[in-house]
């Protein structure tokens, strides 16, 4: 059985449980199949990035197989997605505004209107990219400076919290780039980037905390048992944004990121990986 997201964002727990850890999130119009049902849970499987875990039984809607055909077949040809932090959607059905945050795909969009499930919303179009975005610095720093400050939470993909993959994934999908959930899975796609000053704005930047030794050689070839623990979006050779307590930019070289608050190199450099599709 599948079902839809008609919320603007679900939390994804390790168990069933309000007070489980939150491992991700579901936005609005995502699609997950149902693993298993039990008292007040659903255990989910997520179409777009095949996370798994629990969700509220209450937060997900079941669709008939005629509603997953069809709506599968529409997800299949659609582009928009919300490119603001934030931005608000009003049914044709009700009248009712649902919020939606960045990366929010909209299908069946055109013109200030996208439709779910045989339902019409109307949307600011200024706040929509109807396309994905191409991808260079400047765009890329336009999507940025909204996202700028938003504090970490663990499993978070919206623009009120989020972690290090969930900025990477939910961002790079604007341009067209999807990207498993968490870094250490990011980590395996694309192709490798040897030097810094070979990156391009929009490469992804992999980063080891624990039991190897990246200080002192090349990305990508780090001596020890790496284990990729925190991923960043470069601007250029100079800068990476990523969330670390909260969104920001600072200054990354062939080490690592440099700290300013710290005065300190807080992330070891293991690996740089371009992921445009």
Same mark, same amino acid.
């Given at each position: ?54 969700? %509220?039984?209450?937060?997900?809607? $079941?669709?008939? %197989? #005629? ?43 055109? %013109? ?19 396309? $994905?975005?191409?991808?260079? $610095? ?24 989020? #972690? ?38 929009? %490469? ?8 190897? #030794?990246?200080?002192?050689?090349? $990305? ?32 990354? #070289? ?24």
């Amino acid at each position: 059985m599948y079902a839809i997201v008609l919320h603007s964002v679900v939390p994804v727990r390790t168990e069933p449980s309000e007070g489980a850890e939150q491992s991700t999130q579901l936005l609005f119009g995502e699609m997950c199949r149902i693993m298993q049902s039990l008292p007040r849970w659903y255990k989910i499987h997520n179409e777009s990035d095949g996370e798994e875990g629990y969700v %509220d039984y209450k937060m997900i809607t $079941p669709m008939s %197989d #005629d509603e997953y055909q069809r709506y599968t077949t529409t997800l299949k040809s659609a582009t928009a997605r919300v490119m603001l932090p934030m931005t608000f959607a009003v049914s044709e059905n009700n009248g009712q505004t649902i919020p939606l945050t960045l990366g929010t795909l909209l299908p069946n969009y055109a %013109d200030g209107q996208f439709e779910v499930l045989g339902v019409r919303f109307r949307i600011d179009s200024a706040a929509v990219a109807a396309a $994905p975005l191409p991808l260079n $610095p400047t765009t890329l720093m336009q999507v940025m400076r909204f996202m700028l400050n938003t504090p970490y939470l663990w499993g978070g993909k919206n623009a009120l919290g989020m #972690d290090c993959s969930g900025m990477t994934q939910t961002v790079l999908s604007l341009f067209g780039i999807r990207l498993p959930r968490n870094a250490a899975q990011q980590a395996s796609c694309g192709t490798a980037v040897r030097e810094l000053q070979e990156a391009h704005a929009g %490469d992804l930047v992999f980063f080891d905390h624990a039991d190897s #030794d990246c200080s002192n050689t090349e $990305p990508n070839n780090c001596k020890g048992d790496v284990h990729i623990s925190h991923v960043g979006i470069l601007l250029d050779s100079e800068r990476v944004v990523h969330c670390s307590g909260r969104v920001k930019v600072e200054r990354i #070289d062939q080490r690592g990121i440099y700290g300013a608050e710290q005065q300190l190199y807080t992330h070891h450099l293991a690996a740089i990986k371009r992921c445009a599709n």
